[in-house]
C-alpha cells in the first residue's frame, strides 16, 4: 500500500471519528441524560475522547471549532468557551505526548483532571457539594467509554 492511499485513508478514518462523536456531542447536549439533576459534561469529555482516537492536530483543531460553534447555541457562559477549548488543547498535547498506552486508568485519570481543572477555573469545588463532583465523574467516565468503544468501533469497521 502506497504512503499517500494510507493517509488517505486514515485522513478519511479520523473524519468518521469526529463526525460521529460530534454527533453525540450534539445528541448528548440535546437529550435531558441526567440523573438526580447531575449531568456528564460532554464538552469536556468528547475532546478527551477524540484526542485519544486521532492523530492529526488539524483535524482535531477542526473538531474543537465544530464544538465551540454547536456551544454558541448552549446555555454557557462566554467564559466556559474559552476554557473548555484550552481544555481541549491540553487534553490533546497530553494525549500525544505524554500518554503512551490507552488503557482504561489513563482515561479515567484524564478525565478527573480535566474535569477539576475546569471546575477549579470557576472555583466550583469551594461552593458544591463533593458528591456532585463525584457523580459527574462517574458520569463522565461512562460516557467516555461509551464514545471511545463508539470511536474505535468506527475506526476499526469503516474504510
Known amino acids: 500500500m502506497s ?4 493517509n488517505d485513508i486514515d485522513f478519511k478514518k479520523e473524519l468518521a471519528v469526529i463526525f460521529f462523536v460530534f454527533l453525540a456531542t450534539i445528541i ?9 439533576n447531575i ?3 460532554i464538552f469536556i469529555v468528547a475532546p478527551l475522547v477524540v484526542s485519544f482516537l486521532i492523530d492529526s492536530w488539524e483535524i482535531f483543531l477542526f473538531f474543537l471549532i465544530a464544538e465551540e ?10 467564559w466556559e468557551y474559552v476554557i473548555l477549548f484550552i481544555l481541549g488543547i491540553i487534553s490533546f498535547v497530553i494525549a500525544k505526548f ?7 486508568a489513563v482515561r479515567i485519570a484524564m478525565i478527573f483532571l480535566i474535569q477539576s481543572v475546569f471546575w477549579l477555573a ?3 469545588l469551594a461552593r458544591i457539594n463533593y ?8 458520569y463522565n467516565i461512562i460516557v467516555e467509554e461509551l464514545l471511545f468503544a463508539f470511536g ?5 469497521r469503516y474504510f
Open 98 to 104: 505524554f500518554i503512551f498506552k490507552k488503557i482504561l
Open 131 to 138: 458528591l456532585v463532583f463525584f457523580m459527574e465523574f462517574i
Open 69 to 78: 460553534f454547536w456551544l454558541k447555541f448552549t446555555p454557557f457562559l462566554i
Open 3 to 6: 504512503m499517500s492511499l494510507k
Open 28 to 36: 448528548f447536549s440535546l437529550v435531558d441524560f441526567s440523573f438526580a
Open 152 to 156: 474505535l468501533w468506527i475506526k476499526k
Open 122 to 124: 470557576f472555583d466550583s
Open 39 to 41: 449531568k456528564p459534561n
